[in-house]
T-cell receptor, first 110, second 115 residues
């Protein structure tokens, strides 16, 4: 069974609004990462949060991690049309592969 | 310079053929991966490989085999292609010095279509 599961599967918002995506996982992790995939392209790493961290910021991105609930959220503030992409969370345990969820497809409408 | 490069970008082939996808990384990373992304965009690990160990996802058919001529390359060979093999295949790499901070770098993908 997959480790990470994003929610919602698809999200449409207007430019300037905030977008929130959630990720749940099942086993213990070392860190959790978020990646973006533009249509027809490879994945690009956005941000990593360690298991002993609760919140992290990078530009317009804010990631939270709740290990007691085995969940994470990615907030994109003041969204832009260029943020339109699929967003994936990936978890890593000790010595394990990156395990990806099914992704959230974000559409930012101008 | 592209950090992780795959060739070809597109591959259309007939059932039963044997094909290879090449991957090279110039990041000096010690671990490389192959992922398969299906039509629903779900990414599944196929292989991970470093200097010491090849880890195979047990669900991957043995028609798929990774070949690593050196640390910077991990090619994917597929024998007797089937329609269900149609997908986008991604190569990735990471440096495992510290699992706390390791991120994966992905290639642009190879869209394989089996007809």
């Amino acid at each position: 069974s997959q480790q990470g599961e994003e929610d919602p599967q698809a999200l449409s918002i207007q430019e300037g609004e905030n977008a929130t995506m959630n990720c749940s996982y099942k086993t213990s992790i070392n860190n959790l990462q978020w990646y973006r995939q533009n249509s027809g392209r490879g994945l690009v790493h956005l941000i990593l949060i360690r298991s002993n961290e609760r919140e992290k910021h990078s530009g317009r991105l804010r990631v939270t991690l709740d290990t007691s609930k085995k969940s994470s959220s990615l907030l994109i503030t003041a969204s832009r049309a260029a943020d339109t992409a699929s967003y994936f969370c990936a978890t890593r345990g000790y010595g394990q592969n990156f395990v990806f969820g099914p992704g959230t497809r974000l559409s930012v409408l101008p | 310079d592209t950090a992780v490069s795959q060739t070809p970008k597109y591959l259309v082939t007939q059932m039963g053929n044997d094909k290879s996808i090449k991957c090279e990384q110039n990041l000096g990373h010690d671990t490389m991966y192959w992922y398969k992304q299906d039509s629903k965009k779900f990414l599944k690990i196929m292989f991970s490989y470093n200097n010491k160990e090849l880890i195979i996802n047990e669900t991957v058919p043995n028609r798929f085999s990774p070949k690593s001529p050196d640390k910077a390359h991990l090619n994917l060979h597929i024998n007797s292609l089937e329609l269900g093999d149609s997908a986008v295949y991604f190569c990735a790499s990471s440096q495992e010095l510290s699992v706390w901070n390791t991120e994966a770098f992905f290639g642009q993908g190879t869209r394989l279509t089996v007809v």
